[in-house]
């Protein structure tokens, strides 16, 4: 086992063993600081990958933003802040059945469609902001311009669903 | 490859909280769950394949897993002012 092998296996476990918390536990809060965990795991996976850009937005998104959004929701519809029995729900059976189907069927693709597929990892520097940059401005700027409408569109959409008058 | 074994595992932990929770919030944790879960496979895909375009993807797919939680949030908002609770058992009625 190589020294990136170590790595992975430990952000691996924190990652997962955050995710399955978020599932399990019975605080509300907790998940949500939890969720704070597995994603920032997940921002270190995204660096070993070589994809910084895409890990500080992970961080600055998920980690800043996203989680703190939901906080307030958290607080806003004044949930139990303590331990509460009944946050599950009934279909814990048919969750199972998903479960087991799910990892399964994703499981035996990726490993039998990718077995052979390596990873080098001499290219430094590909997942930097300047050629990431370089790519969104010049490939892929008509997604990135409808992404502009769509953020824009989220926000109208939100205002005029928080209105108390509908 | 591992990347892919972990994205495929967290993919269905939250596929197996937005089943098995009951907290409409939490349901919400777990969809973000997912969409990371392919966010990893999308930049390990991107780091096997040695170009840069499952990266622009996963940051594409962050923006709008963001606008989604607002939007999310604010439906969870309405709901909640309606009905006073955020459980997804009692939004079960399609209408207003």
């Not at chain 1, 918390?21 to 660096?47: D, E, K, M, N, P």
């Not at chain 2, 939250?14 to 969809?31: D, E, Q, S, T």
């Not at chain 2, 879960?37 to 963001?66: C, E, K, P, R, Y």
Request: with cysteine; hydrophobic share 65%; net charge positive.
């Amino acid at each position: 086992m190589t020294t990136l092998d170590v790595v992975f296996v430990l952000l691996g476990v924190v990652a997962v063993g955050a995710a399955v918390l978020v599932v399990t536990t019975r605080q509300l809060v907790h998940a949500a600081l939890w969720l704070v965990v597995s994603f920032g795991a997940l921002a270190g996976g995204y660096l070993m990958l070589t994809a910084e850009f895409v890990a500080w937005v992970q961080v600055l998104i998920y980690v800043g933003a996203v989680v703190v959004l939901l906080l307030f929701g958290i607080m806003l519809t004044r949930a139990p802040i303590g331990r509460s029995a009944d946050l599950d729900s009934g279909n814990r059976w048919a969750a199972l059945a998903v479960a087991l189907a799910t990892a399964g069927v994703l499981v035996t693709v990726l490993v039998r469609g990718f077995r052979t597929a390596y990873a080098p990892l001499d290219v430094a520097g590909q997942g930097a902001a300047k050629p990431l940059g370089e790519s969104v401005f010049r490939i892929w700027v008509l997604p990135f311009e409808v992404l502009s409408v769509l953020l824009l569109a989220a926000l109208v959409g939100a205002i005029v669903l928080s209105r108390r008058e509908i | 490859m591992n990347y892919l074994i972990l994205s495929a595992i967290l993919f269905t932990i939250g596929a197996v909280g937005v089943l098995v929770r009951r907290n409409a919030i939490v349901v919400f944790m777990c969809v973000e769950l997912m969409l990371n879960a392919t966010n990893l496979a999308f930049v390990s895909f991107s780091h096997q394949h040695g170009n840069l375009d499952g990266q622009i993807i996963a940051f594409f797919v962050m923006v709008v897993a963001a606008a989604e939680v607002v939007v999310g949030l604010a439906i969870i908002m309405a709901i909640f002012r309606s009905r006073r609770s955020s459980s997804v058992d009692d939004a079960n009625l399609l209408k207003y």
